[in-house]
């Protein structure tokens, strides 16, 4: 098979244009599978670690998965609340290193409003086990300050000083605003690819305070309270939407759920968020699914491309491979001379692939961060990614065992002469 | 050693699936050393007879012997290697590889078979010498060497192929009209070319023509029409 590696080189080099090309074609198709894998491989990462440290998330009794998407991603809306008594005995719990509780239900232009405690910035972590970061500024400290994620600021236009004001309810186009009672952006946190960044964080005092004269989810007609007497009155909240709770140790995480589910004042529910991320996770799995598939079809699309090439340039050179007969190549020769090509395409394909993938990554990587909070990684393959180009490495040549077959049957026809 | 070098007896070809045999030849033989001229108009079967000699097609029946080999007994890719180890072949026209130079042309039977290779070491002591020196006593200058197919004119194209032939000095070459494309003169000035190097390196030359006119020079004339019993459209 010597000899037929330098023949095959040279011969390929002659077809540069047309190989090259179909080339460039696989490498691109490389590059989107690649891409994507990486990109779904990180969404489902930083998904994974939205919330980190958090043992169990409490709330009201309803599904594991709606507790999720409102205590952790702010999304949806609560259907009931829980007693602050509640919050404070479990708070209480030998087991309970730490809680922060949260309390949902404004918005401010379509970002969701979560009044917590300063606990929040003290124990919330994600990742893998990063503490917040305060960009700019400090943690809310006055009733009316408010805290943005970095999402939130950058978006928004907003700095250090801002005024901002926010609506009753988490969607919709016609929310009232509690426009008497506006905030002060006193911080901006760092981004953390989590919900964190798309949230504006307040106090539990100031939602009870922009509330004080609301009931069923309207101002009291006539009634106003203005926001320097709102401090004057008890403003501990009555109710909170979810708790966080950290435990000393991982190991009562059990014992705690239990008696949580039995809690005697009010039904409740503790879920583990890991356990929940993942069965969420699943439920998205088939856009995950899709998109790899489609990838994966135009990787297909694009051997098939390679093939057609070898197929097409196959009539040209039926005199060349019939020279190579004569000179005492067989038709096996021939099968793994053009097998050959095709896998060495495919792997140049896959190499440069790779390459303008890792290129892109590093060059376009911070820019997507920044502009789209998408974070790619230009890391080397992976194994699971390695798995996947090897993969088109085999379907590759087995798709150029096609014009080596058919390169067989034509020398077994033509024999010397070929009828061109 | 038989000094019959090619030998068929009762042959008969038939194509697949066609009705008629296309080549029925009751004996042929060539002897070590001739200059045979095989006259064969298109049609007459000779293209098939090459390929049957060169064991790319077999026989449904009768004896095929090259230098006292049965062809018919060995497998295909063994006649692959018995034909690059014995003989050499050229043909009518565009036969080089175009993306090799003609030194590289010139050395491909040696690739494939180390007879070959070696028995051209034996000769000039390396395959690159003996390429260069047959390239030489075939008229064809160093400058031209390295140039690729494409580059040489048909006439050099040719002179380059017959010294692809006779590299590693076979004991058959072959030549299936490899001078149509040529002028008269120069057709003249190949033959001489050709004949006196087959003389040179003692190999049997068969040299299959449409053209008639070719014929003064060799040894020996034959005619298809003669030794083939077919005749008319079945044989191709």
């Keep these: ?420 | 050693m038989t000094d019959t070098v090619i030998r068929i007896e009762g042959l008969d070809f038939r194509w697949p699936g066609a009705a008629r045999s296309c080549l029925d030849i009751p004996s042929f033989q060539v002897e070590r050393g001739e200059h045979l001229f095989l006259h064969g108009e298109s049609g007459s079967g000779k293209t098939t007879l090459l390929n049957l000699l060169a064991g790319v097609l077999t026989p449904q029946s009768g004896q095929l012997e090259l230098l006292g080999q049965n062809l018919k007994a060995m497998a295909s890719a063994r006649r692959d290697h018995y034909r690059v180890d014995h003989v050499g072949f050229i043909f009518q026209q565009f036969n080089l590889i175009p993306y090799l130079s003609a030194l590289d042309n010139v050395l491909l039977p040696c690739r494939f078979s180390s007879r070959r290779r070696l028995r051209a070491e034996e000769q000039a002591g390396s395959q690159r010498d003996a390429a260069q020196s047959l390239l030489s006593h075939l008229d064809l200058n160093e400058g031209l060497w390295s140039r690729s197919a494409t580059q040489l004119s048909v006439g050099q194209q040719q002179r380059v192929a017959a010294a692809r032939a006779l590299i590693g000095r076979p004991e058959i070459i072959i030549a299936d009209e490899p001078t149509s494309a040529l002028d008269a003169e120069r057709q003249t000035a190949f033959l001489d070319l050709l004949r006196r190097e087959c003389a040179a390196a003692n190999a049997t030359l068969l040299f299959v023509s449409h053209d008639k006119r070719l014929a003064s020079g060799f040894s020996r004339q034959a005619a298809m029409a003669e030794i083939n019993r077919i005749h008319g459209e079945g044989a191709a």
């Design chain 1, 1 to 420: 098979m010597k000899p037929l590696l330098t023949l095959a080189l040279k011969s390929a080099w002659n077809r540069r244009y047309t190989l090259g090309l179909t080339m460039i074609a696989v490498a691109l198709s490389v590059t989107l599978l690649l891409g994507i894998e990486r990109l779904r491989h990180d969404a489902h990462e930083g998904f994974a670690q939205s919330v980190s440290g958090t043992d169990l998330v409490v709330g009201p009794r309803s599904s594991p998965i709606q507790l999720l998407l409102y205590a952790v991603f702010h999304l949806g809306e609560a259907t009931n609340n829980m007693e602050w008594s509640s919050v404070q005995a479990i708070a209480r719990n030998p087991a309970v290193a730490w809680v922060i509780p949260l309390s949902l239900g404004d918005s401010h232009k379509g970002f969701p409003v979560l009044a917590t405690n300063e606990d929040y910035f003290k124990y919330f972590h994600y990742g893998d086990h990063h503490p917040l970061e305060v960009a700019q500024g400090k943690p809310f400290h006055d009733l009316y300050d408010a805290v943005l994620g970095a999402e939130v600021a950058s978006r928004l236009h907003y700095k250090l000083g801002d005024t901002i004001v926010l609506s009753h309810g988490m969607s919709g186009t016609h929310l009232t605003d509690h426009a008497d009672k506006p905030f002060h952006v006193v911080g901006i946190l760092a981004r953390t690819g989590t919900p964190v960044d798309r949230t504006v964080h307040i106090s539990l005092a100031a939602m009870e305070a922009i509330h004080i004269d609301w009931q069923g989810g309207a101002p009291i007609p006539g009634f106003a309270i203005p926001p320097q007497l709102a401090s004057k009155f008890d403003l501990t909240p009555k109710t909170v939407t979810a708790m966080l709770v950290g435990l000393h140790s991982r190991i009562q995480v059990f014992a705690l759920q239990r008696e949580i589910a039995s809690f005697d004042a009010e039904p409740l529910m503790a879920i583990l968020p890991g356990v929940a991320l993942d069965q969420l996770w699943d439920l998205m799995g088939v856009a995950e699914r899709v998109l790899l598939a489609v990838s994966g079809l135009v990787v297909a699309v694009s051997l098939a491309g390679l093939v057609a090439v070898v197929l097409a340039g196959l009539n040209e050179r039926r005199r060349e491979l019939a020279i190579l007969r004569s000179v005492g190549a067989g038709p096996w020769h021939l099968v793994f001379l053009l097998t050959l090509e095709g896998a060495a395409v495919t792997i140049a394909g896959v190499v440069v692939g790779t390459v303008l993938l890792t290129v892109l990554a590093a060059i376009l990587g911070p820019w997507a961060e920044l502009r789209y909070g998408v974070v790619v990684h230009a890391a080397l393959p992976g194994l699971e990614e390695l798995k996947l180009l090897g993969l088109v490495v085999v379907v590759g040549t087995l798709a150029s065992l096609l014009p080596g077959l058919r390169a067989y049957r034509m020398a077994l026809a033509d024999g010397l002469t070929p009828r061109v």
